[in-house]
């Protein structure tokens, strides 16, 4: 087996791109996730329908299916999207169904009496949500966004499917250059251990500075 | 004088249940009234109908000249001059006491952060928490979140307090410091309305001894009266019970 | 749209037998992530020191490296050893490993959540620790990990469509190939295999459940479970 260093190089063109659909996607994610959660647990019975729908489709099927409908499948509709942009739209819409079930989760583990006394004090519904339960639902949700964070590291990996160069792209495109598939991938292996390790350390950090005491997930935190 | 708290014939079912057959009283400011009774017969009910955080399916509640239960009202409004204290406290967890008691002030009554942070800090030396003021709920006592709570109705200047059986959750050591609260609270002139098992509080402070049993009001009257002359069986059974059991502390 | 359906139906019937190869991927490779991962839980809790920490660099590596990056080292590797398997092998392997990190989270969590006392209660009748393992810990273990299962399996169904990317010949592929001949007919072809999907995890799902309530015993849960994809 023969391992070369410049491919060190050559894989390393795809890291922004790998980092940059990763960050984005999430951020949809996070935001419609949010949306989603509080039309689930706020909203009227066809929110909640409607919601609940999309959070079935998007988990009940596979993202590279979801990633082919949106880059293959919509210029059928006349709506044609790059690649890079479908890889995040459909990424995106992937991450939000699930962050949507954790935020809900989270808001619902909030106690119910907290609720009852922010309305006991004159708060409307909408001031109750926003000053008591969002602040905690955001932390208790945190370690389970950590953990998607890191699922999506791993599965930005499908958009060279799409042909996009990101640091499975690159290291398709290194392969096939030279056929040395299985050490290209080994060293592909490693860079996303390293990368998967490094962003774990900081999620893990991140936690550490925004715990409250006495608020964590049942059995945790305290 | 016209009543500050008016409440009219109250009725609550549950399911099949109807725990509230028809509830009637009045508060005069700077009253304060116990309710007692066995459990289930509807009491806390009865608080959580005069301020709507449960809906009553009959009748009628004012605060001074305001109905609260017409539809029109403003119900934010009058719960910002209505305090609850729960049973189980429900301070804000991720807030520390000094934010649970400022949150209200800012965020209802658009009060600005620095006067709001003196108002808290006022409150939570009134209840002798002013050295708690940057400690968040888990880290304090069951006796200490009660005053917390105590302070955060306090510090929007409440016409009337609800208190829901305010010491029920707590271990016997500490229900003493929140009754001494409650106590110098009644003695100062607030109007409060108290579900309570805890009849040395009532014997100190309280204008009337309210007794329910079975969604009804069974009898009423000042506690000298109630423990000495009841005018039902029920009440002297339910009072000699409850002394036997919680003793005569006061 | 009505037209496009009709276009679809001749492919149907290929893009169900497609969807067979898919289910029968994911039958053979559970089967290795059942087995390497049980296998990885019980070395990990029971194990010696060296074993132990074995166990948990090869949980860290299989849950970091992202599937695809192992389909590829599983497709092209073994051919540079000289060892010539099949691309269902090859994806069996790669998915299967990944699995069984997985599965041994799930399952070694599991055992760690039966309280301690079950084994010393088991040493004290006079049990082997083989047979303690065996005859207590690993019933209870097995069904306190029935939800999370069902959490991996409804992953990893999903997750076979990703034995495209080394040109294994599944659904997905064949939705593809049908795009190849009728570009007009993508949306659909993509659409129907989302809907194959959404029928089978829903019918895994509805399984699980049965399994759960089959097998669930009052009082033996796992505290606030969290799904973990």
Redo the contacts between chains.
């Keep these: 087996m023969v391992f070369k260093w410049e491919w060190v190089a050559g894989l390393a063109k795809g890291l922004p791109l790998t980092l940059e659909i990763t960050f984005t996607c999430i951020a949809i994610g996070i935001v419609l996730g949010v949306l989603l959660a509080l039309a689930r647990v706020y909203g009227n019975r066809l929110l909640r329908l409607l919601t609940g729908g999309y959070i079935q489709f998007f988990r009940g099927t596979p993202l590279l299916v979801q990633l082919f409908i949106v880059y293959f499948g919509l210029p059928n509709w006349g709506i044609k999207l790059s690649a890079f942009v479908s890889g995040i739209v459909a990424l995106g819409l992937n991450t939000a169904a699930y962050q949507a079930e954790y935020f809900r989760g989270a808001i619902q583990s909030v106690r119910g009496g907290q609720m009852l006394a922010a309305r006991s004090l004159g708060m409307s519904l909408p001031q109750a949500i926003r000053h008591v339960i969002l602040p905690q639902a955001f932390r208790l949700v945190l370690p389970s966004w950590s953990n998607e964070f890191i699922l999506m590291l791993k599965y930005s990996s499908i958009v060279f499917t799409v042909t996009l160069l990101d640091l499975m792209g690159q290291g398709k495109r290194l392969a096939s250059r030279n056929f040395r598939f299985f050490e290209v991938f080994i060293v592909v292996a490693l860079f996303y251990l390293a990368l998967v390790f490094v962003v774990s350390q900081v999620l893990r950090l991140i936690e550490r500075r925004v715990r409250i005491p006495g608020l964590g997930v049942e059995g945790e935190g305290r | 004088m016209s009543p500050l708290l008016r409440v009219e014939d109250i009725h609550k079912r549950y399911g099949r249940e109807e725990v509230l057959k028809g509830v009637s009283f009045e508060m005069m400011k700077g009253e304060t009234k116990v309710v007692i009774g066995p459990s289930g017969t509807g009491k806390s009910t009865l608080l959580r109908c005069i ?1 709507r ?1 449960t809906p009553a399916d009959k009748g009628r509640v004012w605060l001074e000249d305001e109905e609260i239960t017409h539809t029109r009202t403003n119900i ?9 204290v ?1 049973q ?7 807030l520390t006491a000094l934010g649970n008691v400022r ?2 002030p800012m ?2 009554k658009g009060m600005k952060k620095a006067e709001a942070n003196r108002l808290a800090m006022e409150e939570l030396e009134r209840v002798g928490l002013g050295d708690k003021a940057g400690a ?4 304090l006592s069951g006796g200490q979140q009660q005053r917390v ?1 105590i302070a ?2 306090l510090a ?1 200047f409440p016409k009337l307090i609800l208190f829901d059986e305010p010491t029920s959750a707590l271990d016997p050591e500490l229900i003493g410091e929140v009754l001494e609260v409650m106590i110098s609270l009644a003695k100062e002139g607030m109007t409060m309305l108290v579900v309570t098992h805890e009849m040395g509080f009532a014997r100190a402070v309280a204008d009337e001894i309210i007794f329910m049993e079975k969604g009804v009001v069974v009898e009423y009257g000042p506690p000298a009266q109630l423990f000495t002359r009841p005018q039902h069986r029920r009440t002297g059974e339910f009072l000699n019970k409850i002394t036997e059991l919680y003793g005569e502390t006061d | 749209m009505i037209e496009s359906l009709k276009e679809l139906g001749p492919f149907i019937p290929g893009l169900l037998r497609a969807s067979l190869i898919n289910i029968g991927l994911f039958f053979s490779l559970i089967t290795v992530g059942f087995a390497v991962g049980t296998l990885v839980a019980l070395l990990q809790v029971y194990g010696g020191r060296t074993s132990g920490t074995l166990a948990r660099i090869y949980e860290w590596i299989f849950r970091s490296i992202p599937a695809l990056v192992l389909l590829f080292l599983f497709y092209y590797g073994p051919p540079r050893f000289g060892v010539d398997i099949s691309g269902f092998m090859a994806a069996t392997l790669a998915l299967g490993f990944r699995s069984s990190a997985y599965q041994s989270q799930i399952f070694r969590g599991a055992i760690q959540c039966l309280a301690s006392g079950q084994m010393m209660a088991a040493r004290s009748v006079g049990m082997s620790r083989v047979r303690s393992i065996v005859s207590i810990i690993l019933p209870q273990a097995f069904r306190l990990s029935i939800p999370g299962w069902t959490n991996e399996f409804s992953s990893v169904i999903k997750d076979t469509t990703l034995a495209y990317a080394v040109g294994f010949n599944e659904v997905l592929r064949t939705a593809r190939i049908i795009m190849d001949s009728a570009y007009e007919l993508a949306m659909l072809a993509f659409i129907a295999v989302a809907v194959v999907f959404l029928v089978l995890t829903s019918a895994g799902n509805m399984a699980m459940g049965g399994l759960e309530r089959r097998f669930r015993i009052p009082g033996l849960q796992m505290p606030g479970s969290r799904s973990e994809d």
């Excluded at chain 2, 934010?76 to 609850?84: A, E």
């Excluded at chain 2, 189980?88 to 991720?94: A, E, P």
């Excluded at chain 2, 968040?136 to 880290?139: D, T």
């Design positions: 301020n955080l934010n409004k009058i719960r910002s001059q209505i305090g609850f729960f189980s406290f429900n301070l804000f967890s991720h949150i209200a965020k209802v968040y709920p888990a880290e709570s955060r109705a929007m």
